[in-house]
């Protein structure tokens, strides 16, 4: 893999962890805040999507 | 670096305060129409100012939808968490997931792309909204209209933001073409190397252990060194290195369905006078 390869999917993994990083926030204060246990159950869920992102990032470095 | 520092401590303000100026009153309270309006303009703003650290998946039209889907997954996001009315919440949260799948399809993950759009977007979402418009028919209640110790739970949560963007800025991008590729070699090792490395007196081990670790199904190349298909190699792998884990997830469910029918089937109702004389 060339090197300018390399930095192009360091780049777009920084920018998928960016991301999840945020939905992970964003679920975190809902899941602290709101009290419909139906909407925290969807705030964890969104935790859940923000880290799913994470992990889709690092298989984009690890797979070329 | 500092000047990435510097933009963070800005969005992490613009959006806490966004973020809290759209949530719900802690006491239940109604909040004027301009708080909320206020509350939108800082978190757009916030948003706009995140989009600047991310960098597009190349041309032009993946770009575009990189973008896009970027900021509505995020914007629904903050959406389902500040909305009052729980049915508009699933619906918001639906439109995450699908912005979600559409970001894993640009990074080349189909199959998780259309698993979370059938899983979520399909069947939890429905049911969630069958469950809210049957459990909540008379309008909404009191705790839906009140937030618990908002102001502090949005710095909290914005405070631990700031100190995951600092991590993710201290990444230090591949320095150069040999040093990125040795390191990368360090960690994945081909196997064939791996038995080729031993020690002399290890190798008949090392060899055993490769064999009984690493399957033929389990890899991602086939013999002839191409890329499996996405779907049919993780069915593959699912059903001859998994199968104990999906025959006990299938008995999981079907104990819960033996639960659920038990549960749900309808009773004769016992009335106050008198003694229920249905069998047990």
């Known amino acids: 893999m060339s090197h300018a390869m390399e930095i192009f999917l360091f780049d777009m993994l920084r920018s998928y962890l960016l991301i999840g990083a945020a939905l992970m926030v964003i679920g975190m204060i809902g899941f602290l805040t709101r009290r419909n246990l139906i909407v925290m159950f969807l705030s964890a869920e969104m935790m859940l999507q923000g880290v799913a992102l994470t992990l889709v990032g690092f298989g984009l470095l690890g797979s070329a | 670096m500092t000047r990435d520092l510097y933009l963070a401590v800005f969005i992490v303000m613009f959006g806490a305060t966004g973020t809290y100026l759209m949530l719900p009153h802690s006491h239940g309270e109604r909040k004027p129409r301009n708080v909320h309006a206020l509350g939108a303009v800082l978190g757009v703003f916030a948003l706009l100012l995140y ?40 619906l918001w949260f639906a439109a995450v997931v699908l912005s979600t799948a559409g970001l894993y399809l640009l990074a080349g993950a189909q199959f998780l792309a259309v698993g979370t759009v059938i899983v979520y977007a399909g069947a939890i979402i429905v049911t969630f909204l069958f469950v809210i418009m049957l459990a909540q028919m008379e309008g909404r209640a009191p705790y839906d209209r009140a937030a618990r110790m908002p102001f502090r739970a949005t710095w909290t949560c914005f405070v631990l933001f700031l100190g995951v963007l600092w991590s993710i800025f201290h990444m230090a991008p591949p320095a150069s073409a040999g040093i990125g590729t040795s390191a990368r070699s360090m960690i994945l090792v081909p196997t064939k190397d791996l038995v080729g490395s031993a020690k002399a007196t290890d190798k008949v081990a090392v060899a055993n252990v490769v064999k009984r670790a690493v399957r033929s199904t389990a890899m991602l190349k086939d013999a002839t060194v191409r890329e499996k298909p996405h779907v049919a190699g993780l069915g593959e792998t699912l059903y001859t290195d998994h199968l104990v884990t999906v025959e006990i997830a299938g008995a999981l469910l079907f104990v819960a369905l033996i639960g659920a029918l038990s549960i749900a089937a309808p009773k004769p109702p016992v009335r106050p006078g008198q003694v229920s004389s249905a069998p047990v």
């Open chain 2, 51 to 90: 989009g600047l650290y991310w960098t597009a998946p190349g041309p032009f039209v993946s770009a575009i939808f990189f973008y896009l889907f970027g900021f509505s997954s995020l914007a629904a996001a903050v959406l389902t968490v500040t909305n009052r009315d729980p049915t508009h919440s699933a």
